[in-house]
């Protein structure tokens, strides 16, 4: 059999950088700055600035940075219903109830697999404390179309890192948002981190307070002096120096990363039983996943990895029909197009890191399966 196809391959991205990475861990070893610090400072300065927003706050994990962006708009408006998507990672939903509000789960978009704007317009109300529209797979919901006068939007960005909307960036379409840079990411740490980015002064230095377990820190030292409750969820400080580095290759990955994806719209196009992600509708598409839809989607799945090319389901279940949400009493038919998207994607290798040959055979094998 031939070599294997990886859903991801970090591998051979560190392999790219492994003097550089080698290097600066050991700059963190020598200072003995571990938490916080300069070079998470370095990576908050550069990060905002690649993605062109003016604040960014290095948290603990993706995760938290959903959190601690709701924990701050339950703290200047108030707890209430956040709309969100049933159809995305747990950590979404997670978050919400975590941070002391309720959720609102509406229907989703058949072709983005984004949030219904249409669906969200008639589930907002008076009770309603923000928008939690998530990116999913790299491509920017309809944000215009889910804006609700004074309604904060709080972006979930975990998989956008660099996307764009209407000539705007994922990360300042809204009050807030949440990136993760979970391993696996397009820009991803060698552990967990995550970052909350913000168009505004004070929401930045509110998510620094409640990142540090919510004390009121002065510019250039601790003060022991705690105003609110807060978590802690410091992003450390070798984490920070891995994304510092890996974010001078970002671009370059992402091209990659587009270019695959480019390859297989044109490839894929035609097979019956087969729909490929359409084109971005209002900006760039950042491909986090190359999810298509697929008829006999499980099967197709096994065929792919008797051939050694391994993908995977993103999401195999919805979140209104998890365990974990039964108290909420929503049942299976609640969400029909999230339900059908949980049956039908399949994310198929299309990291920076793929060989044109590698790309040939995903959709050779993907042919041989639908008889094209």
């Given amino acids: 059999m031939p070599d294997p196809i990886h859903l991801v391959d970090i591998a051979q991205q560190h392999a790219e950088l492994d003097a550089e990475l080698r290097a600066v861990l050991g700059e963190v070893i020598e200072s003995g700055a571990f938490v ?11 990060f905002a600035g690649t993605l062109g927003v003016p604040h960014a706050v290095g948290v603990n994990s993706g995760t938290d940075a959903l959190l601690l962006a709701l924990d701050a708009v339950r703290l200047q408006y108030g707890p209430g219903e956040v709309i969100t998507t049933p159809f995305t990672f747990f950590a979404t939903v997670e978050s919400v109830l975590q941070a002391g509000h309720t959720v609102r789960f509406v229907d989703i978009d ?40 004074d309604t904060p939007i709080i972006e979930d960005a975990a998989q956008a890192v660099g996307a764009t909307y209407k000539g705007r960036p994922a990360g300042g ?15 991803g740490a060698m552990g967990d981190a995550g970052a909350v980015t913000t168009n505004d002064g004070e929401f930045a230095a509110l998510i620094r307070s409640l990142r540090a377990h919510g004390e009121v820190r002065s510019e250039t030292a601790r003060t022991y002096h705690y105003e609110r409750l807060g978590r802690n ?44 992600p359409p084109p971005a509708r209002h900006g760039r598409h950042v491909y986090h996943q190359y999810a298509v839809r697929a008829q006999r989607r499980d099967d197709l799945k096994r065929h792919l990895a008797d051939g050694g090319v391994f993908t995977n389901v993103f999401y195999p279940q919805t979140l209104h029909t998890q365990p974990a949400m039964a108290r909420h009493g929503l049942t299976e038919g609640a969400f029909p197009v999230a339900e059908q998207a949980t049956r039908e994607a399949l994310s198929l290798p299309v990291h920076a890191h793929l060989t044109a040959a590698d790309r040939e055979r995903v959709v050779a094998e993907i042919r041989a399966f639908y008889g094209a």
């Fill in 36 to 46: 916080l610090g300069k070079y998470v400072a370095a990576f908050e300065e550069a």
């Fill in 110 to 149: 058949a072709s983005t697999f984004n949030l219904d704007p249409d669906a969200t317009a008639a589930a907002h109300g008076s009770n309603t404390a923000a928008v939690l529209p998530v990116h999913l797979y790299g491509q920017c919901a309809d944000v215009d179309r889910l804006s609700f006068g």
């Fill in 173 to 187: 379409l809204g009050l807030a948002a949440g990136f993760s840079f979970y391993p696996t990411k397009n820009l």
């Fill in 233 to 276: 969820s410091r992003l450390d400080a070798f984490q920070a120096a891995v994304l510092t580095v890996k974010l001078t290759r970002w671009a370059h990955w992402q091209d990659a990363r587009n270019e695959n994806a480019a390859f297989y719209d044109e490839a894929l196009a035609g097979i019956d039983g087969l729909t490929p």
